[in-house]
């Protein structure tokens, strides 16, 4: 992308949160923030409106761009899988980075189960780095690093076999090269497990890393039902369509809140996933970047849950 056309959106999005700041009279700065019109005296739209400015503010206070170089891993591990915490989780902090940008563009523009899939890429994610990063002694989180590789090698296998069934006669020897470098991996990894002195432990399975280690405000529920990575038509009819019209309302055209809801569901992982991942990449100012950014989104995001499940506390939903 040209500078200059970066130059011009990051000037857009400058604009568009000082425009909301200025309407609800919020100030920048530390501290709790003034306003003159509160997050329950909000309209659905003018919620929506303040919590896509708000996301914005945070994609600007934490570039993944300015996170740095990314620290040497294990020498000893000639792959390009990440391995070891030191090379992991600067490869996760940009898979959260891109799903949550994915997640705020896809929810403003034509939203779908798509752009709901990407905040449930963004939860997993996290989850999966706070669980990396739960234990604070190096050997266990080296343990659990191998534990993530182990699974991402046999991630390569599941590849491997779907790769041999497509059967595709230009790519005939892909199916076992891949075959044949999760088993050189895995052999290598035991190797290293096993010369560490290290135990050998495995990935909680996605509901249980779900439930375990998603921050409070995240709800789990949504994000199972509606944010799964399989593609499927329910989540479309269950959560944003209006059955009486027969309109798919691909882009939540009037439904404001149900926009509000997933923007805030998405601020919440991502602001948690900056505070997990910013020690190791050596960011410590991004804790009080989130902190500071924190009095604009947690009002936002606190009304936006509150008014989506008493809306769904009415009655089953009309989706269904």
């Known amino acids: ?29 530390p501290g709790p923030v003034p306003s003159v019109r ?18 914005a503010g945070l994609m600007h206070a934490v570039d993944p761009a300015r996170a740095g170089v990314a620290a040497a891993g294990d020498a000893r591990w000639r792959f390009n899988l990440p391995a070891v915490p030191e090379t992991q989780v600067p490869a996760m902090f940009t ?11 896809g929810i403003e523009d034509r939203a779908s189960a ?3 899939a990407a905040v449930g890429h963004l939860a997993e994610t996290l989850a999966r780095t706070r669980w990396l990063l739960e234990p604070s002694s190096p050997p266990e989180r080296r343990e659990r690093g191998f534990a993530l590789a182990a699974a991402a090698i046999d991630r390569l296998r599941v590849l491997s076999d779907r790769a041999e069934v497509a059967g595709d006669p230009d790519h005939g020897d892909v199916a076992g090269e ?33 439930q375990a280690y998603l921050p409070a405000g995240a709800e789990l529920f949504a994000l199972l039902a509606a944010a799964d990575p399989s593609p499927a038509t329910a989540p479309s009819g269950l959560f944003y369509a209006e059955t009486a019209a027969g309109d798919a309302l691909r882009g939540f055209q009037r439904q404001q809140l149900t926009r ?26 991004w804790e009080q970047a989130v902190a500071a950014a924190g009095p604009r989104y947690r009002p936002l995001c606190q009304e936006a ?16």
């Open 1 to 29: 992308m040209p500078n200059s056309l970066i130059d011009s959106v990051t000037r857009a999005w400058d604009l568009l949160v000082q425009q909301v700041d200025e309407f609800l009279g919020w100030s920048p700065g």
């Open 178 to 210: 891949i075959a044949d470098r999760a088993v050189t991996m895995e052999s290598r990894l035991t190797e290293l497990r096993e010369a560490d002195g290290l135990r050998e432990v495995r990935v909680p399975k996605r509901h249980k890393l779900l």
């Open 38 to 55: 509160r997050p329950r005296a909000m309209a659905d739209g003018e919620l929506h409106a303040a919590l896509r400015a708000a996301a």
């Open 305 to 320: 849950g509150r008014r989506y499940r008493e809306r769904l506390r009415r009655g089953l939903h009309p989706g269904l």
């Open 114 to 116: 798509a752009a709901l």
């Open 260 to 285: 509000a809801y997933w923007l805030a569901q998405a601020i919440v992982l991502y602001a948690d996933m900056c505070r997990a991942a910013a020690p190791v990449l050596g960011r410590g100012d």
């Open 95 to 105: 898979e959260a980075s891109d799903a949550f940008r994915l997640a705020v563009t």
